[in-house]
């Protein structure tokens, strides 16, 4: 084991602006989606549209390079599309039909003008599934803004959890060419805290508490493996972050992208398992 694959620990800790910054904004933003959620129609449709568009932004930014304005263009209406068709027929496969077109077009345009092509048709579905997945958790009939929040309370806990522990404990990197911040002891801080976490969400709402602590823990992993994904593209195309909008964390992306990977669980689980996040609990 290398001194490289190694971050420090308690003695070597150094508080930053982070410490502070990272949490304060991550639930600013949380607060804000949420609200949009119980405001209901159209404000989180235009909450995620105004996502997307900062989102798109960026990615298009990271593949393409200095030329992404056109792919960027594109994908911003193809999900704005999807959006906007999911307010008119939310049951119907208009929106998934829309995503699909605006894959193959973006997929086109990077090929015609030789801009990677797989990786700028990618961000219509990087973004365009967890947008449409978010509306149809929030249409759902069990508790739908309530699954929501403690889908938030997963992902922030994961996030603020992985950061405080990573921190405090040190310890081995878990890909240390991959993400050279994020070690094992900061993963499995943020499992548990989403586990804790998304159990005492459960409980309070009249839950089965262990069936919530054990759905926030494989949440949590999933919301990890997003993070991961985000190094990944940010590693391949030499990106430290994927904007600066957001302070504390860098960009949209940076702040979003376990939560693009957990609205997809989520949907996979209450829609194709059937599963009910909150364990028996009525809100």
Avoid at 48 to 77: D, I, K, L, Q, S
């Amino acid at each position: 084991m290398t001194a490289q694959n190694i971050a420090p620990g308690f003695r070597a800790i150094r508080f930053t602006r982070e410490w502070i910054t990272r949490p304060v904004f991550a639930v600013v933003l949380a607060v804000a989606i949420i609200a949009a959620i119980f405001a209901g129609r159209p404000y989180l449709e235009i909450a995620v549209a105004v996502v997307v568009f900062a989102g798109a932004r960026e990615w298009h930014r990271m593949v393409g390079g200095g030329r992404y304005a056109v792919e960027f263009a594109a994908t911003t209406a193809a999900i704005w599309g999807a959006l906007a068709a999911y307010l008119l027929w939310e049951t119907s496969w208009v929106p998934q039909t829309i995503l699909a077109g605006g894959v193959l077009l973006v997929g086109l345009l990077g090929l015609v003008r030789r801009n990677n092509p797989v990786w700028n048709a990618a961000g219509v579905l990087y973004l365009g599934l967890p947008s449409l997945a978010m509306l149809a958790l929030r249409d759902q009939p069990h508790h739908a803004t309530w699954v929501i929040v403690g889908l938030f309370i997963v992902v922030w806990a994961t996030d603020t959890g992985a950061l405080f522990v990573g921190n405090l404990a040190g310890g081995r990197k878990i890909a240390p060419r991959l993400s050279p911040n994020k070690t094992w002891s900061g993963t499995i801080g943020g499992v548990i805290a989403a586990s804790v976490l998304n159990g005492a969400f459960v409980v309070m709402l009249g839950g089965n508490m262990l069936a919530g602590a054990v759905f926030g823990a494989g949440l949590a992993v999933v919301a990890h493996l997003g993070d991961l994904f985000e190094s990944l593209v940010k590693r391949i195309f030499h990106y430290k972050d994927s904007g600066s909008l957001i302070p504390g964390h860098g960009g949209v992306l940076d702040r979003i992208d376990s939560t693009l990977f957990a609205l997809v669980a989520m949907e996979i689980a209450v829609f194709v398992l059937h599963l009910d996040p909150l364990f028996g609990g009525t809100p």
